[in-house]
């Protein structure tokens, strides 16, 4: 089996030809007006069904395969058996990609309130937005044409949502001005009051007013139960399509460039700016006060407290440039072998 | 006090006899018709509690401890000071819970739809369901016998829960087939879209479609605010009695075996299979497309980079067997001490 | 821009006299009749604005600020350049933090259960009480004067808050007394059943009734998304004031003193205590059982085994003394470098 239909409705069938177009590629073999309904992997795909392969581990599986074509890049044309048939493309994975959005599109927007939702008289909603049950929507928030808000959504008082945005059940958003497209998984937190607070000459913690803002610039993304507080006094803000994972946490006033990625777990503390193409592997984590450059890449688990420069690539706790750090991991592991036994 | 009756309404009680029955052990002095009604912490129960003492650690509570009866192992008994009356049973643990359980069933079913829960019309109900308030229940979802599901929780479209799942509060559950006895413990998200993009020639991320379904066994529990993301094609599968603490994330068709335990924090990578029995501590984490075998220890904060096999107990980040890492630590150590003054 | 009034209303004007007196500091230069309408950070800050400098990485800014009067230390105060205005004050940020709120004080309470919230008849709300759309407050539940009970919040049957709590959104709780003041942040999840299993001889896991409370003291704050497991047999009991950030977790049967915090991720093992005014990092943990003293420090992404005396600043996974996990990670890098090239 395949895709499964209670979830996904029969695909959209397309030629196996208007497949390789979809996939900017060249089809090696088969029959361009074969009907295709479905996408797999190597290993569960039929007859009717387009696979792919983008590495070479996979390779043992391009023989037993029973899909109707495999997406490949050019670099592995070379291994596909006798007989097989194969749609050539540099990016085998985006062009891949592009054939399974074709044959299932996004759900279209249901347009229209839910009877349960509450929708305050003092709130605008775009043309064609599409609200869920038990949705709020508070006084002055703007939800821009076609957006999706979820069942039991929080869209705080002021909030403004671009045009096409999606926000996933029981999400919250508060503070914020959104672009287009962007994306709240289930249960993300944004907007909400940073950890901030300063100590009396009492020893008691008083709570710094969080006056900022979140922005989120077009096609940012934010992954379940993940959390971006609002700025302090300036705002924080996450770059046009930058990703979050789930789980992720942003303090106030940290401020991302555009496309950074941010996986699982991942922290950034308060008032850290990172630049355009950062990524940040899971669980990794950034000290507060601290500038990321351009395209920084950075190793699972690392934990960064002072600058880096852009391009670098870091990782450990705390982050060294990486081939420092692997040479003192196998360093390390040379000093704990146990002492050779005196002959 | 031991346990709160605003909390957990008065226990049925149960003789010192049948709670030794329950536990499987043996009495040790007392009478086996003293009626028990509660239980608790060595320190904390009274004279009708039953406690229990299963590490060396809480030794010298024994003499003060005014419980009824103490569960303990049979290594402790001799242990036991003069005129204290001890439950002994190989398992001090087990037999305790039992007991406890006795003492404080769960709390039955109540049947019915809340008024103020939503629940689509072409959605199935089986017998004694309990909905609470605000609940969602989309289209096509299927909800198996006797289940629980919590306030404002969202089961979508096509969800099926066999029979008895406990559905917490804020919990949302989609693209997910769920065996009995299923647990989701508040603000849990299962089934949601997985971390997967393309990059385009232009340097924008486009999303890959995320076909897959969460298939969750019988008797897997998932924590507070835990995540599981569906799969991208194939399926995410949790195996039988597996236990996500709170705050975990599991990444798109991840696989576990069964009864495996993953504490607070931990994160899995997409397409990483664990055997059965895994456990990994709190804040460890696997890298993607890594195949840990059968019965794998993994330390806390350890990060998994590569297959470890059945068996193997490991820790460190990157993590190395764990006897090698114990001597890398300790080595690491030495190298800290400050050099010795020349004398 | 300062202050966006979207979402944060026209400020309470001060006199820039007035203004100096809360921060309880003295105005250097300036007409303390100068009426002050908002704050921002020393860049953006306009002319009727407040701002302050607490640290010297940002004193090139002090030239350029247009700030009416920019709050700062004693010691920073030579550093000011001639004609602009201070008000000086030995802890700048608390002070400044006092004028802010002074001039955007907390939203008041505006009393009154939403039409859409279900409120059990057998629970009780103390006077100007607050409950958003949606929420539920289940039977025997007790809800102190002034709280704020947010959209879609679940305040179980029994729960106590004291006076002024603040629920936010999607938060749940249960099983939970809380004094006054408490503050619960967006999906925090306060009280579910805590990570406890016994095995079976069959191997199968057979869940410990959890059967202890959660007890936060005055002024206890908990980040969004964050996670409080109740005690199994005793409570789980955060001290007076103790703050933890988004995403922590909290395991059962854990105590902490006063005035602790916790930074985003931290995870506490079950039963582990910790002493007033402890701080950890980000992404730090500690192991079940261990008891961490007064005012220990804890950097981020530690890992703590064993016991901490009062007052040490520890480091490192495992953690160790700071000064000798800085020591090591010293003599780490010495390993990493590239042997010389032999001359």
Redesign the interface.
Known sequence: M???P???PAGVPLTLGEAAALAGGTLQGGDAALRITG???LG?AGPSDISFLHNR?ALPLLAETRAAAVVLPPELLPRLPEGRVAIVTK?A??GF??I??AL?PVPPVRPGV?A?A?VDPAASLGAGVEV???A?IES?AEVGAGCIIG??A?IG??VVLGEGCRI???A?I??CIAGRGVVL???A?VG??G?G?????E???????Q???VLLED?V?I???A?V?RGS??DTVLGA?T?L???V?I?HNVRTGK?C?L???V?I?GSTRLGN?VQMG??S?V?G?VEIGDRVQVA??S?ILSDVAAGEVVGG??A?PMR??L???A???R????AAKPG
């Open positions: 395949a895709v499964d209670r979830f996904f996408v797999g992997p569960e581990k990016d994975y985006l990609g592009r399974a959005r299932y839910h349960t509450h869920g049950p038990f709020v002055g069942p039991h929080v008082a002021g996933g059940a029981h919250s508060s503070h998984h289930p249960g937190r909400q009051e950890f607070f300063a100590v009396t000459p020893g008691r913690f008083e709570t710094m007013p006056l900022g803002r096609a993304e992954g379940a139960n959390c507080d006094q300036s399509g990703r994972d789930n789980l946490q303090g496309a990625v996986v699982a777990h922290g503390a193409g899971g669980q984590g000290a006060h699972a688990q934990g706790s705390p060294w420092e750090t040479r003192a991991f360093a390390l592991r000093l704990a072998k146990p």
